[in-house]
């Protein structure tokens, strides 16, 4: 179910929605941002995973991307992170008594919402069985501590 908030609308209650994949990360030497790029076919060797953040929204606005050396460490950000998003029944604010991530999960599966899913998002007409490179969401963040190294 749709709902405004702020002249925005979202796909359900939740502000945002978490990704895990994997990507790709260049910084410029002597520059505060680094530049993220997501690789859903083709992983190339020095990928890293990480946890896009997007806006729930039709076009499902990346706003920001955590970096891990491991997939559990994704993972267990994912599981602290996400029952703590913003909805817009509390007026854009966190919960104040977060789920579970269970709980969250459920509550999420039981309410219908979607999952952020780049097929339905960057549709083609590619035959499922030819590999498209498929990769998105080339964009820049401002470097605040050490990204993690493989």
Known sequence: MKKEFKDIIYNDDRMFVLYLCKC?????????????????????DDFIWSVITFRNNERYTAVKGNHFKT?????????????????????????????????????CRNNDFKEYDYKKMFSSDVPSDVSSDA?????ETMLTEKTPNK
């Not at 910084?27 to 530049?35: L, V």
């Open 24 to 44: 790709t990360i260049k910084d410029k030497e002597g520059e505060r941002f680094i530049t993220t790029t997501i690789h859903h076919d083709e992983i190339p």
């Open 71 to 107: 997939k559990e460490e994704a993972k267990a950000f994912i599981r602290e992170t996400y029952p703590t998003v913003p909805l817009i029944s509390l007026n854009g604010e966190a919960p104040q008594k977060p789920l579970q991530y269970d709980e969250f999960v459920n509550w």
């Open 135 to 139: 990769k998105e969401a080339r964009f």
